[in-house]
């Protein structure tokens, strides 16, 4: 039936307008991507098309970005927030505690109200401001043209789009698992001059005092959603951090469970343990050993809080520990040695706050050739957000593991 578009090749065709120019290939070199798009020979990796290979691309590279799609994502609905540092009665610590048994409230009868101790919540002034993640790619007229001759890459456009796309995610979920340091030269020590430009780290939030203000040269080290954290006033900004000063020591079913332990204590609900595939199985190892199985759960999917349909289609199973799942992280730091950390989360109140979410933005000649400036076409990714944590002790991280 005319009128309709059977495929997005289609769909792209009629709004972009690509594949509607006559050209025929000729012999010899135009300027393209990289290099000239010279008749291929085999083995040249600088080539556009190539007479041998075919088209499809067979990616060579873990992708995945779970540290970033376990993350809630939840629209931008304030830039400020109070968070309560002090009970209206019992102090700040994890426990209830008071100096007199008086304190409690218990009052004689018909007492005046007068003679009635006045109580009240102290609470402190958070913000935050949203951060732009933006890609760019650009290939020329010539480039998109021949690529789609002989055997080549077919709709180079749609190629880069998809490829361009999988790395804005991947980059995303590279800033929130910063590490503290500057080991390997990727810690967020090693490029301060960047690092408030990025998506805040899992690290600096799931962090104490202690840590951030080891940092050298970090000017905002300590700055944290515009308070600072100290030594002693701020413990409503201290997480759980189970460290060894930098020396590994063996990963432990006590470590763990101290851990989990803790955090409920804090008041935290512990929903997924972050770590890598290393550690995983190391502690499956451990489990074995001591004839402990870890548990397996099914994962369904939400984007949006639009839930997948449960099932083999859409579920995956991870395992688990104490019924919290354990989900592996090809990105997850190791502090220089040993293996992967851990990061225990309760994403009730860890998010990625999105002002603008992920949108794609093309243009060229085609569209706009005066305003492009060029002879070709751009692409740009998107994404205004943040990572926002509305209650820090709640969240933990174990260190120093091996």
């Not at 402990?292 to 099914?298: D, I, L, N, P, S």
């Amino acid at each position: 039936m005319s009128g309709y578009f059977k495929t997005i090749g289609d769909l792209e065709r009629a709004t972009y307008g690509m594949g509607s120019d006559n050209l025929l290939k000729a012999t010899g070199a135009t300027s393209g991507i990289h290099a000239g798009h010279a008749l291929a020979t085999p083995g040249g990796d600088a080539t556009l098309h190539n007479l041998i290979y075919g088209q499809k691309v067979w990616s060579m590279i873990n992708r995945e970005i779970n540290a970033l799609s376990i993350l809630p994502k939840k629209p931008w609905k304030s830039s400020g927030w109070r968070i309560m540092s002090e009970r209206a009665i019992g102090g700040a610590a994890d426990t209830f505690g008071v100096s007199d048994l008086d304190d409690l409230g218990g009052t004689a009868e018909n007492a005046a109200l007068s003679g009635i101790t006045n109580v009240k919540p102290v609470y402190k002034n958070l913000h935050v401001s949203p951060k732009t993640i933006a890609h760019t790619f650009e290939i020329s007229e010539i480039a998109q043209l021949m690529a789609g001759l002989d055997d080549g890459l077919g709709d180079l456009i749609a190629n880069y789009r998809e490829e361009v796309g999988v790395s804005h995610a991947e980059s995303m979920n590279k800033m929130i698992l910063q590490d503290l340091t500057g080991v390997a030269g990727t810690g967020i020590d090693a490029h301060a001059t960047k690092a408030d430009n990025s998506l805040m780290s899992l690290y600096k939030i799931v962090a104490t005092f202690a840590e951030t203000d080891a940092l050298g040269t970090l000017t905002s080290k300590n700055e944290l959603y515009g308070t600072a954290r100290h030594t002693s006033n701020t413990p409503y900004l201290e997480s759980y951090v189970d460290a060894n000063g930098g020396t590994e020591r063996n990963l432990t079913v006590a470590l763990l469970n101290t851990a989990i332990r803790n955090l409920m204590a804090r008041g935290g609900e512990p929903k997924v343990i972050l770590t890598g595939y290393d550690t995983i199985q190391t502690l499956g190892e451990l489990l074995q050993a001591q004839e402990r199985f870890m548990g397996r759960t099914e994962i369904t999917p939400t984007h949006n809080g639009i839930k997948g349909v449960e099932g083999r289609e859409m579920g995956f199973r991870v395992a688990t520990y104490h019924d919290i799942p354990i989900i592996p992280v090809k990105d997850m730091p190791t502090g220089g040695a040993g293996v992967s950390d851990m990061l225990i989360l309760d994403t009730d109140h860890l998010f990625l706050c999105t002002l603008k979410p992920t949108e794609y933005f093309e243009g060229g000649i085609n569209a706009d050739v005066f305003g492009h400036g060029k002879l070709g076409h751009r692409g740009l990714y998107r994404t205004v957000a943040e990572t926002v944590c509305t209650y820090f002790r709640g969240q933990g991280k174990i260190l120093d593991l091996q």
